[in-house]
C-alpha cells in the first residue's frame, strides 16, 4: 500500500460510491493531509470538505503548529496556504520538499502571488490551486497529488524491518507493534537498531554501533542500547538485542524486510 507512510494508520470507514475511496476503505487505511492555512474560516471549510470525502485530515495556521503537527506522525499531502503569518509558505515548501520522501505539496495561492506559485512548483511542490478555488477543483487536485506521491513513493520505498512482531521505520525512526501502539526513537537509539537489524544472524561489536570517528564510547553506547531496550520492552519485545559480553549485541533472528 503505497500511501502508507506511517504505520499504524487511523481506520477509517467511508461510504463514499467512489472506487478510488473504495480502496483505501477495504484496506482500513485513508490518505492523511494537513490543511496548513491562516484564514480560520476558510480552513474549516476545506477541512470539513475533505473530512467529508473521507480523508484523514488535520489543521494548522502557521508553520510552527504544522511542524508540531508533522512531528507527531507524517501526512500523505500539505495543503499550503503561501501567505502565512510568520514564516512564509515559500520557505516552508522548500523546507518540506528537502525530505525526498516527505508529504506532497499542494499550494494554494491567493490573486497577486502568481510568482510565488512558479517559484513554489521549482521549489518542488506537486500542484497549485490558485485562490479561489471550487471544492470540486481541491477534490481533483488533492487526488492527482496523491496519486502521483504514491506512484513515487511505491518507486522510492524505504526499507522498514520486521521483527519479534514490531515494525521498525528507521526513515521516522518509528516503532510500532501489532497493537497499534507505537515509540519514537532518537536518532541515535535509531541508527543503532537500524544497525543491530541490518546485521541480523551476527554479533556487533560495539564499536561498530559508535558513530564514525568516536572512540572510546562503549559505555554511551550500553546506555543507548539500555533506553532503546525499554522502549521495545514497552512495545513487547524485551529481548529483541542480546548482549553477548565482552563481545557485543545480537539480534538472532532473521529480519524480513518490508
Ligand atoms: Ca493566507
Redesign the pocket.
Known sequence: MALQTTWPRPFVTCASPDPWYAVFTMLGVAPEILVV???SELRQEVVAYLREHCFVVREAGDAATMDRSLKERSVDLVIL?L??PGEGGLSVCRRLAEHGRGPGILIAS?QGEETDRVVGLELGADDYLAKPYSPRELLARVKAVLRRTAHVRATAPAARYQAAGLVFDPEQRLLSNEAGEAALLTQAESAILDAMLSNAGRVVAREELAPAGCHGVGRAIDLRVSRLRRKLARLGAPDLIQTHRGLGYLVDRPVPVQ
Request: hydrophobic share 30%.
Open positions: 492555512e491562516d484564514d496556504d501567505g502565512l491567493a
